[in-house]
């Protein structure tokens, strides 16, 4: 169930339904947008009878939902949702660049590469402290050592931290030291994981999983919308399939297919997409070019001793290079972009 | 790393070895076969040099292990693992018959469920009590509820309980209550939840992720191994592909590729590897038909009225027609599979 | 549009409606069955209005088809097919086996593989003359010399030859020194070449294409039956998938999903549906477990030297006991399959 | 076998070695470079001895060649080939467009969309006349009556014409009406009509096969060009996933893949790489960011009525937008993409 209200509906109007509908038994969640609030009634089980809503003063409609998402949808807002953090945002005018190295290794690799990500002009600083990593024998991340070398990269670059969290436990750490919730694909249906990111204040980046069709990410972003928290954004990082010429198939379509219904930023990811240094930079400027809101890339300053993933780090002079190509082509496409 | 005790070695000389592997740092995991003990090293960053154990009493050789996995092989162990639950066993002569409802509802469906497969001879009883359910809006399970009604069955039909656990949380409650911890395929690489299966006392049935490659799959066996539990299950039960007259793509070749590698047991799920109740039984008896230690069956004593997956599950009826036509291939085939 | 015949109707009532339906410019495909003659209608542009047959004397009804295919369904034809090659079938009750090496490479191999063929009691040998290779520079067939030794292989040992055929001037030499016309996974929508089988005489065996939709593959059928050859045989080969431990994913669930729509027998090939010699017995197990009509087995007197494929092909030991496991199954599960 | 010539090599001392290539009975295939003469050798099986080049006057080295290609490689064309098609070119500095509509269907039709693709610019009509249909009750294209209008199009407006030929037959009628020779998706492994538009003296355009990996796809250009036909432009259109936002999905990184191996131009189908409307000029954006020489797009007047694909064709509207569009992205781009 989906209530519109009118584009004239006063506060009042809009919190005596969130009262009705909390009477209810359920739970209520108001969207304001540029013209109208819509509020999406979650917590119900079977369908919800709209005339408890229709003749409430203010309401223009109560839209029964078919789909099995509700949160997500450009009915329920029209307009794109801008994930701010703090003075940068994911989602507005400004092509957002996340850049860093998988993991963060040392304090003075993190600090190096942080030193071009600042220069490049990019908000955005990545790093594992946590990696998911397929062999029990394999790094496994410096855990809270990691987050505080982020957080001591934040302090001193301004630049806003995304990394990764496992688990529970994890988010509570990426709280305290962290200014973004990363979840990667391989938890994109890990729900437990997500309904605690969805509880928390801080913006999550929702990678989608190696073999997750569009419902199942997108219904993954509900799951944490579900709780409360509205500041998710998609990332596209490339899913599984027969090719092997890449370590995975950047699947560039789901941007425009995302757009098509729901109002959340999505990102693109072309080192894990590719998982090959010399394609990140064309396949950056290819997120670019097909709409995405930001990219996220992963920089090493000697991606040869890179401890995970270095096959797909740029070099700080491939980075640099990135970003000029990027910036270039979103200048051109920036309002057909937006149409 | 990999030491071989010879035949003959006394337990004080394999007690010897332990002591020299805790000492250096490391982690030895002991693995007694019918001609000789094995032990795999792991903790070890790097290789571990040879010389530290060839001239120990009792070792016939320190093998460096080269492939990304040590404890599920065949070379740590050459006999397959018989996983034993209380009398009951996965991997042995007999054909293990896991078999239930995708979710228990009610006291009343659960029973009529776990007399049928009772009567069927079968010795393990499969539901869900916390369901990972792609939309935040489905039936999430009973909870504990459900554990309660699981253990409720046990006592009164003796059936060993097998049943999910999503997240660290859920294994204390599967601990208390059930058999066989089970863990899904939207879990597979959820690395947490591994360790945590993988101290626990119980057996650890691992389905194949959506998406998991041989070597994805053998990984996390090994990460639950890694922490001393061997007891683990491997269960096929589909792949996603582009077919689409499956809800999953059920890869049976992977059994004779684990058999090919690892000493654990494997068996198939028919039920969500083709997600068409039509299917199942010719499936089921494909699945024997390969060579795998058993099959965990969806059914249901009315699979119209079932609140999750209820076009998979066999009504009663079909379940007891499946039983006898999978018997009568094991009994067939059960010398070429063990060959 | 589908006109099914009363149970009693006359051969010149029959006739009469296959005059009217060529006076209105279509095709007949009459269908005779155990309990009446169905007769499907191609070659119209739209829809075919059903009052030009109701009410013709021995019509019990005039179905208008809203699915892709008319002349694959069980509706035109309710029966199983039998594809008759003299005195030898498929999709009878016995098993078909079709045996043979993957290229003929020379006259005392061909005849070394086919003396065991026969000795195994199978019906059908198999060899490629013709082979589609994916590098222009790999061994491309012996050509009609392969052919011609395939015609003294049928002269001798009283087998019949299934071969390939590549290109439309390939059916003119397969039809005249073999007995089936295989169409290769690779040329399944080759459109000119379907039409051409369908044109011929000889019964036409249908490989999978390796990324073929069941949809797709049906309709590949029905062209050739579009064209009047309604001897087609179905042949699941393994699909494409990211699964990397087999050299495709043999989707065992195809022949059930046949079953259920179409008359046509299937077979299954568990060579190149797995590309590993280890694989082929346990998985040509589980096709005659899932209910296929046959299977098609790649053997070779010399795996080791084999000019292709060499790495899927059996030796003539393993073959015999291939043969001998897979009848005890198809003994147990006949009748089973059968309903 | 590769042969490189010295860059002062003269005329005779080229024509000298490949008379001894051919009296050796192997074929040459001299690629004249803006540095140097390479020749490539086929036709020999089994290696080639390099003394028989190494002391020949002009020669400079010769490579023995381990991959599975030669004739499309770097090694053997350092720079990449231009495909000149009359006045027009794939694979130079200008972005090479070619458009139309799917099929033929009329010439009011197919003159109303080649008066839009004159007007924007692009020098490519594309139109099919021979269709392949999954079905074969589908609109299969009004065959050599299309090819007329083509050639009548290619009068009137000098568009040069790109056309599809699904058979060798169908390679004569369009070596009699067009310019550039199409093999779509689903013939890219016909061995037969590759080795035909190999003996042709028109370009050819190479779809990417829907389950085709890059070895595959470059090995099938390898065939054209073994025959003597180098003028190969490879196409990315899209590949067969699990996804089911689009119809294919598009494989952008093969565009890099390509370059980093190959010499031949490729360009990309955003049509049928989406099969959606709204789809298509976001991913001819990407296509063109990522560094294709060209992009093949389906316009139509009335998409509504389109006898085919009409789902993923532009209107003429949406066309000069992405025109527009593209151009703008490739001027930003191009040193980028070159190097």
Same mark, same amino acid.
């Given at each position: ?164 969290? !496992? /688990?529970? @436990?994890? &988010?509570?750490? %990426?709280? $305290? ?5 990363? +979840?990667?694909?391989? #938890? ?61 198939? !950047? /699947?560039? @379509?789901? &941007?425009?297919? %995302?757009? $098509? ?5 999505? +990102?693109?990811?072309? #080192? ?64 057909? @972009?937006?149409?």
């Amino acid at each position: 169930m989906l209530i519109v209200m009118k584009a004239d509906a006063t506060e009042l109007q809009i919190e005596a339904v969130l009262r009705v509908i909390e009477e209810l038994g359920f739970k209520p969640h108001p969207m304001p947008g540029a013209n109208r609030t819509a509020i999406g009634i979650t917590g119900n089980q079977g369908s919800v009878d709209p005339t408890h809503f229709e003749t409430l003063p203010g309401v223009a409609e109560a839209i029964r939902v078919s789909k099995p998402y509700k949160l997500i949808t450009l009915e329920l807002r029209p307009e794109k949702t801008i994930v701010r953090v703090g003075d940068a945002a994911i989602g507005g005018d400004e092509l957002a660049i996340i850049a860093g190295p998988c993991a963060i290794e040392s304090r003075s690799q993190a600090f190096a590469v942080a030193e071009a990500v600042r220069r490049s002009g990019a908000r955005f600083f990545r790093g594992g402290a946590y990696k998911p990593r397929t062999s029990p024998y394999a790094f496994q991340g410096l855990g809270e050592e990691g987050l505080k070398i982020l957080a001591e990269i934040r302090e001193t670059y301004g630049l806003k931290i995304v990394t990764e969290a !496992l /688990d529970e @436990a994890g &988010v509570d750490l %990426v709280e $305290r030291y962290a200014d973004v919730i990363q +979840i990667g694909a391989r #938890s994109m249906q890990n729900f437990s994981l997500l309904r605690r990111a969805g509880r928390s204040s801080l913006p999550v980046l929702l990678k989608r999983g190696l073999s997750a069709t569009l419902d199942e990410w997108l219904l993954a972003a509900e799951y944490i919308m579900a709780e409360g928290n509205y500041q998710v954004v998609l990332c596209e990082r490339g899913i599984r399939t027969f090719a092997q010429h890449t370590r995975n198939t !950047l /699947d560039l @379509a789901a &941007v425009p297919a %995302v757009r $098509r219904i729901s109002h959340l930023p999505v +990102i693109v990811d072309p #080192s894990h997409g590719t998982g090959k240094n010399f394609m990140v930079t064309p396949l950056a400027r290819a997120g670019v070019a097909v709409g995405a809101d930001g990219l996220i890339i992963e920089v090493h300053e000697q991606p040869d001793h890179a401890l995970c993933d270095g096959a797909q780090a740029l070099t700080l002079e491939q980075y640099e290079q990135l970003v000029s190509d990027v910036r270039a082509i979103h200048e051109v496409i920036a309002p057909a @972009a937006v149409s």
